[in-house]
């Protein structure tokens, strides 16, 4: 298969008004006069804050495509920063300037949330968590976990409510605002993954302000980078036998690399990925695809993929 090289895991693009280029783990971002922004979704992987060697073929298609649906989806309930999206890699919109939190929001105690409830602790960004919980019990009510942003690299952490304000990384009055978002498209995330046989788990929205002050849903949304699902049928039956949850997330990479004892710490080397598992984790994206949208993928060319998202580009910034 020739697209097994063909992937997306560098861009170095020279576009007409650009300003400067922000490269994130698996997004680069080009600002265009200071009025808009075009963000290319790469095929990078991340897990445990790290990039792995090898890109995933249509990835970065998948999770620009899943979030523009998604971000078409909501943007009756919460503004958002899209503006249109000339190639299924691209997203262009308003330039804003980003809130230096992460919302995570959970239905249920699973990952990071599961890990610490196991090490005992029972309060998670100064949220409680009630006691005689087991792992992907649904909370009573969800909870807001926030995180603060990684500058590159570091690692994102946990942070209180409380301490975000006393630190004033966002103000009160924005930070009510960036609450009631969060669980307004959180609620609305579930009744979409209910429609399709899946349970919204968790996800993290991030948000900015445009120009002109207003707040705005930034970035990905309900994708499976950046959200757990899983499968309704049967989560009740797994739950009574204490039997793991079949689940559509980037965690099942996650698992594998714990299994391969990795998970970001020092001293530890990405385990090797060979052609024929990174085949099986873009099946696992394309099927993720499809479930969450209900549409079946449609593979965009990738014969030549910097050329096909420069072109057209170029030809949107015309």
């Not at 690692?155 to 975000?164: L, N, P, V, W």
Request: proline letters at 4%.
């Amino acid at each position: 298969m020739a697209e097994k090289n063909n992937t997306l895991t560098d861009t170095n693009f020279n576009f007409p008004g650009q300003k400067n280029v922000y490269k994130g783990k698996v997004r680069e971002v080009y600002n265009i006069n200071d009025e808009q922004l075009v963000m290319i979704a790469t095929d990078r992987l991340s897990a445990f804050d790290v990039v792995m060697p090898k890109g995933i073929p249509y990835k970065g298609q998948i999770l620009n495509q899943i979030a523009t649906k998604m971000m078409a989806a909501t943007e009756d309930l919460v503004p958002n920063w899209l503006t249109a999206t000339p190639d299924p890699n691209v997203a262009v919109g308003h330039l804003c300037e980003p809130f230096k939190v992460e919302m995570v929001i959970r239905g249920y105690m699973s990952g990071h949330a599961a890990r610490e409830y196991k090490a005992g602790r029972r309060l998670l960004c100064g949220v409680p968590m009630p006691d005689g919980m087991r792992e992907n019990d649904a909370f009573p009510e969800p909870i807001i976990t926030p995180a603060t942003k990684a500058e590159q690299g570091d690692h994102d952490e946990d942070i209180s409510r409380k301490d975000i304000l006393k630190r004033g990384i966002v103000s009160e009055e924005d930070y009510l605002v960036l609450e009631d978002y969060t669980r307004k498209l959180f609620q609305r995330g579930s009744e979409i993954a209910s429609s399709r046989g899946l349970i919204l788990v968790d996800t993290k929205y991030e948000f900015g302000k445009t120009k002109d002050g207003k707040i705005v849903l930034i970035d990905e949304i309900h994708t499976p980078d950046s959200s757990r699902y899983f499968y309704a049928e049967g989560y009740e039956e797994r739950q009574a036998k204490g039997e793991l949850q079949k689940q559509l997330s980037k965690e099942f990479v996650r698992q594998w690399l714990i299994s391969n004892n990795f998970q970001g710490l020092e001293g530890q080397t990405v385990p090797f990925m060979s052609d024929a598992y990174i085949e099986t984790v873009s099946e696992r994206y394309i099927e993720l695809y499809e479930n969450i949208t209900g549409e079946k993928f449609v593979k965009a060319d990738v014969s030549n993929i910097q050329e096909r998202i420069e072109r057209n580009i170029l030809d949107f910034l015309k």
